[in-house]
Nanobody, 118 residues
Framework: QVQLVESGGGLVQAGASLRLSCAAS????????MGWFRQAPGKERQFVAT????????KYADSVKGRFTISSDNAQNTVYLQMNSLKPEDTAVYYC???????????WGQGTQVTVSS
């Protein structure tokens, strides 16, 4: 069973930055990708960013392009989300997810709250 542990959320003012981290328990041989998703109150969970574990290729939601950066430390089995120029609409619970053997995200973290005040 893969466990994902997120950290780095908090309360910040608009325009500030935060860095989220997600450490995965050992299982690297067939890891396909890791990603970040978020869910605001009363809304569905939405995709934020993803990184292919082998190629390093990344994708972003249009709403965060140019402001958020996803990166990974393969040796530490950790993925990061650097969030700059935060906006109140970025307020949500952010979830880390991992895909093994396919592009389906089968494992999820517990979530970390990010609150951006105006």
């Amino acid at each position: 069973q893969v466990q994902l542990v997120e950290s780095g959320g908090g309360l910040v003012q608009a325009g500030a930055s935060l860095r989220l981290s997600c450490a995965a328990s050992d299982r690297t041989l067939d890891k396909y990708a890791m990603g970040w998703f978020r869910q605001a109150p009363g809304k569905e969970r939405q995709f934020v960013a993803t990184i292919n574990w082998n190629s390093g290729s990344v994708k972003y939601a249009d709403s965060v392009k140019g402001r958020f950066t996803i990166s990974s430390d393969n040796a530490q089995n950790t993925v990061y989300l650097q969030m700059n120029s935060l906006k109140p609409e970025d307020t949500a619970v952010y979830y880390c997810a991992a895909a093994y053997g396919s592009s389906i995200y089968a494992y999820w973290g517990q979530g970390t709250q990010v609150t951006v005040s105006s």
